[in-house]
């Protein structure tokens, strides 16, 4: 069975940082593209950064010089570092895993974790 489970959300204070985790489980990890999406209250959900199974991150422009998105294959995690956060970051946060094997697409969201960033 597949796992994803996103941690460390919480509330913060507009120029705060804070860490997300995402661990994952019953998939071969390393071979799994991962995103971060996140959805505002009554906004659609956007990706928010990506990094490849080959270490290759890239960013949403609202984010870039704010956000890292990490992967820690060993472990299974996906990580995202969030810096000088603003008002606008505010959302549930959900990590993604996408792989394609032949004609076969696998697609795995986690559950989410709520960050909500104050002024």
């Known amino acids: 069975q597949v796992q994803l489970v996103e941690s460390g959300g919480g509330l913060v204070q507009a120029g705060g940082s804070l860490r997300l985790s995402c661990a994952a489980s019953g998939i071969v990890f390393s071979v799994y593209h991962m995103d971060w999406y996140r959805q505002a209250p009554g906004k659609q959900r956007e990706l928010v950064a990506t990094?490849?199974?080959?270490?290759?991150?890239t960013y949403t422009d609202s984010v870039k010089g704010r956000f890292t998105i990490s992967r820690d294959n060993a472990k299974n995690m996906l990580f995202l570092q969030m810096n000088s956060l603003k008002v606008e970051d505010t959302g549930i946060y959900y990590c993604?895993?996408?792989?394609?094997?032949?004609?076969?697409?696998?697609?795995?969201w986690g559950q989410g974790t709520q960050v909500t960033v104050s002024s």
């Open positions: 993604r895993a996408r792989a394609t094997f032949g004609r076969r697409t696998e697609d795995y």
């Open positions: 990094i490849t199974s080959t270490l290759i991150p």
